[in-house]
């Protein structure tokens, strides 16, 4: 989708653009799942070009992309750090600048949790990495694999916000 789906994926006006691929089915799934459960790590450029298209190409060059953090238990049973790599092959693509601005600080698992409890879990998982300092002029570039029910990426841009980030982008791969 080469659109803002803002409406599309999310009901919440309040939230910054959001550009995703595609809706989570068919090939999209299968690649994403290879990615992400299977490491296959030869798909994480392919990916970050999948991304570029559907970001607008007038993004400033100094802008940040911070990938939402994967959960360390996750990253030690898949041998990478399949947001992060996408983030850094999306950073060298656009020549942008890739920081690790969210941290986590608690390794709560989304994957079957409820949306109640998937809030909760989002709300209290990350916080703002304190080695960085978030300048209002820049535009940030918030990136995740899979919006499901958006809790994640709503308490990423809840932080980043709070931090002082006044230009914010949602990209995502897929939506559920």
């Known amino acids: 989708m080469h659109r803002d789906v803002n409406g599309l994926i999310s009901k919440n006006k309040t939230l910054p653009p959001i550009y995703v691929v595609g809706k989570r089915n068919g090939i999209l799934e299968k690649i994403i799942n290879d990615y992400k459960y299977y490491s296959v790590r ?3 450029r392919p990916l970050a070009e999948l991304i570029d298209t ?3 190409k007038d993004l400033p060059k100094k802008s940040v992309i911070g990938p939402l953090p994967t959960a360390t238990n996750h990253v ?6 399949h947001t992060y790599l996408l983030a850094k092959n999306l950073a060298k693509i656009r020549k942008f600048h890739l920081k690790r601005i969210i941290i986590r600080n608690k390794n709560t698992v989304q994957v079957g949790a409820d949306r109640t409890t998937r809030i909760a879990q989002a709300l209290a998982a990350y ?3 304190s080695r960085i300092t978030i300048d209002p002029e820049t535009t940030y ?3 995740d694999d899979v919006w499901t029910t958006g809790s994640s990426i709503k308490a990423g841009v809840k932080i980043l916000k709070k931090a002082g980030a006044k230009n914010i982008v949602i990209a995502l791969l897929a939506y559920s």
């Open 54 to 56: 559907i970001l607008p």
């Open 42 to 44: 030869d798909l994480a």
């Open 76 to 81: 030690r049973a898949r041998g990478l750090d």
């Open 127 to 129: 916080d703002i990495n």
């Open 141 to 143: 570039i918030l990136l």
